[in-house]
C-alpha cells in the first residue's frame, strides 16, 4: 500500500488529469483516501461505475455533488463501449486550459496524459479494456515513470498511465466495510455473512420500501405475523427483528430449510446479498449523495 501510494505520488507529477473509478452504488466508500490527497490541484475525471446496478437518480445527485466540488463525472458501464466517447470528451475538457495555455506559449501540442486509479474490484481492468478496445498499445518506457506502470496510447491525442500496486479503500468506520463487502469489493467471507444480510436488510426496508415485499412474494399480512412473533422473541442474531423476519420469510420462500422446518439463515443471506450484489434485486445505491 505504501509502495503504490509513493507510486503514485511519484507518476501523478507526469499527468495532466487523473480518472478516478468508484463505485456508483457506494461511491464514498469505494474513494481511497489517499488519492484525493495526492492528486490535489489535479484535473480530476470521476467514472460512476457499475451504474447499470446503481438508482439512477442517485447517481444523479452524485453527479452533481461531484460536478459542484469542480470533477468531470461520468457514470457508466465499464463492461460496453457506449460511453467511452463521453470519457474521451470529458477528458478534453479538461486539458483544455493547459492545451490553450501551451498554445499560447508556442508549445507543441501533444498528447494529454490521463493517470488512472481506483480500488480493487472497481472496474479498472474493465474500463481499460474498453476504453482501448481498438488502439491498444504500450507507449513504451518515458523517464521518470516507475518500473512496471504502463502508458497505453488511447489516441493520437491521448494516453493513459495505468498505476501497478494496489491501493485499499479506508475501513475507518464499520458501514464502509459493509458497502464494501456487500458490492464485492471486499471479500465478505471476513465479514458475518447473517449480520450483513441484517444491514443490507434494515438499509433496504427503510431506503427502498417495498422492495424486498415484492421481490420476494412476501403478503403485508405475513410481513405483519412474523413481525409480531420476533417481537416477543430474543435472538442470537441480534436485535434487528425487522429485518430478521424478513430473512425468515425469504428464506422459507426460497427453500432455505433445515431439519425440522427451521429456517436457514446462513444460506437465505448468502441468497439475499447475492441477489443485491448481482443486480437481480433491481437498481440500488447504498449512499446517498446528500
Ligand atoms: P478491477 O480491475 O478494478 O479489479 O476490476 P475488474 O475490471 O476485474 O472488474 C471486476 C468485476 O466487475 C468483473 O466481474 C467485471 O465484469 C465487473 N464489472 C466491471 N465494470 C462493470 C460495470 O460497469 N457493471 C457491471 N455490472 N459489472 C462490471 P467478474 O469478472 O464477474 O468478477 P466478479 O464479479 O466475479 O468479481
Same mark, same amino acid.
Given at each position: 500500500m505504501a509502495k503504490a501510494r509513493r507510486a503514485m505520488e511519484r507518476d501523478v507529477k507526469l499527468v495532466d488529469v487523473v480518472i478516478e473509478l468508484l463505485d456508483a452504488r457506494a461511491p464514498l466508500s469505494t474513494e481511497n483516501p489517499d488519492i484525493r490527497r495526492i492528486t490535489k490541484g489535479k484535473k480530476r475525471l470521476i467514472l460512476l461505475n457499475k451504474s447499470d446496478l446503481a438508482d439512477k437518480g442517485v447517481t444523479s445527485a452524485w453527479i452533481k455533488r461531484f460536478k459542484a466540488e469542480g470533477c468531470e463525472v461520468v457514470a457508466l458501464d465499464a463492461r *460496453?463501449? *457506449? *460511453?467511452?466517447?463521453?470519457?474521451? +470528451? =470529458? $477528458?478534453?475538457?479538461? /486539458?483544455e486550459e493547459k492545451r490553450a495555455r501551451d498554445r499560447e506559449k508556442g508549445i507543441k501540442e501533444r498528447a494529454v496524459r490521463a493517470l488512472i486509479c481506483g480500488i480493487p474490484n472497481v472496474g479498472k481492468s474493465t474500463f481499460i479494456?474498453?476504453?482501448?478496445?481498438?488502439?491498444? /498499445?504500450?507507449?513504451?518506457?518515458?523517464? %521518470?515513470? #516507475?518500473?512496471? #506502470?504502463?502508458?497505453?496510447?488511447? *489516441? /493520437? +491525442?491521448? +494516453?493513459?498511465?495505468d498505476t501497478p500496486g494496489v491501493l485499499w479503500p479506508k475501513f475507518d468506520d464499520e458501514?464502509?466495510? #459493509? &458497502?464494501? =463487502?456487500? $458490492? %464485492? =469489493?471486499? &471479500?465478505e467471507e471476513i465479514l458475518n455473512k447473517e449480520e450483513l444480510c441484517i444491514e443490507l436488510l434494515d438499509y433496504l426496508i427503510k431506503n427502498y420500501p417495498g422492495l424486498l415485499d415484492e421481490r420476494y412474494v412476501l403478503s403485508e399480512t405475513e410481513i405483519h405475523e412474523k413481525l409480531a412473533e420476533y417481537e416477543t422473541k430474543v435472538t442470537a442474531l441480534g436485535v434487528n427483528k425487522r429485518a430478521l423476519a424478513y430473512m425468515e420469510l425469504t428464506a422459507k420462500k426460497r427453500g432455505c430449510i433445515k431439519k425440522g422446518a427451521e429456517a436457514d439463515f446462513e444460506r437465505a443471506a448468502k441468497l439475499i446479498t447475492d441477489d443485491f450484489k448481482t443486480g437481480r434485486m433491481g437498481r440500488i445505491s447504498l449512499e446517498k449523495a446528500e
Amino acid at each position: 500500500m505504501a509502495k503504490a501510494r509513493r507510486a503514485m505520488e511519484r507518476d501523478v507529477k507526469l499527468v495532466d488529469v487523473v480518472i478516478e473509478l468508484l463505485d456508483a452504488r457506494a461511491p464514498l466508500s469505494t474513494e481511497n483516501p489517499d488519492i484525493r490527497r495526492i492528486t490535489k490541484g489535479k484535473k480530476r475525471l470521476i467514472l460512476l461505475n457499475k451504474s447499470d446496478l446503481a438508482d439512477k437518480g442517485v447517481t444523479s445527485a452524485w453527479i452533481k455533488r461531484f460536478k459542484a466540488e469542480g470533477c468531470e463525472v461520468v457514470a457508466l458501464d465499464a463492461r *460496453s463501449n *457506449s *460511453s467511452m466517447g463521453l470519457v474521451k +470528451e =470529458a $477528458i478534453g475538457r479538461l /486539458a483544455e486550459e493547459k492545451r490553450a495555455r501551451d498554445r499560447e506559449k508556442g508549445i507543441k501540442e501533444r498528447a494529454v496524459r490521463a493517470l488512472i486509479c481506483g480500488i480493487p474490484n472497481v472496474g479498472k481492468s474493465t474500463f481499460i479494456n474498453s476504453l482501448c478496445k481498438r488502439a491498444s /498499445a504500450k507507449t513504451g518506457d518515458k523517464p %521518470g515513470v #516507475t518500473k512496471g #506502470t504502463q502508458w497505453l496510447k488511447v *489516441s /493520437a +491525442e491521448f +494516453e493513459l498511465l495505468d498505476t501497478p500496486g494496489v491501493l485499499w479503500p479506508k475501513f475507518d468506520d464499520e458501514r464502509t466495510g #459493509t &458497502n464494501l =463487502a456487500l $458490492i %464485492g =469489493a471486499v &471479500n465478505e467471507e471476513i465479514l458475518n455473512k447473517e449480520e450483513l444480510c441484517i444491514e443490507l436488510l434494515d438499509y433496504l426496508i427503510k431506503n427502498y420500501p417495498g422492495l424486498l415485499d415484492e421481490r420476494y412474494v412476501l403478503s403485508e399480512t405475513e410481513i405483519h405475523e412474523k413481525l409480531a412473533e420476533y417481537e416477543t422473541k430474543v435472538t442470537a442474531l441480534g436485535v434487528n427483528k425487522r429485518a430478521l423476519a424478513y430473512m425468515e420469510l425469504t428464506a422459507k420462500k426460497r427453500g432455505c430449510i433445515k431439519k425440522g422446518a427451521e429456517a436457514d439463515f446462513e444460506r437465505a443471506a448468502k441468497l439475499i446479498t447475492d441477489d443485491f450484489k448481482t443486480g437481480r434485486m433491481g437498481r440500488i445505491s447504498l449512499e446517498k449523495a446528500e
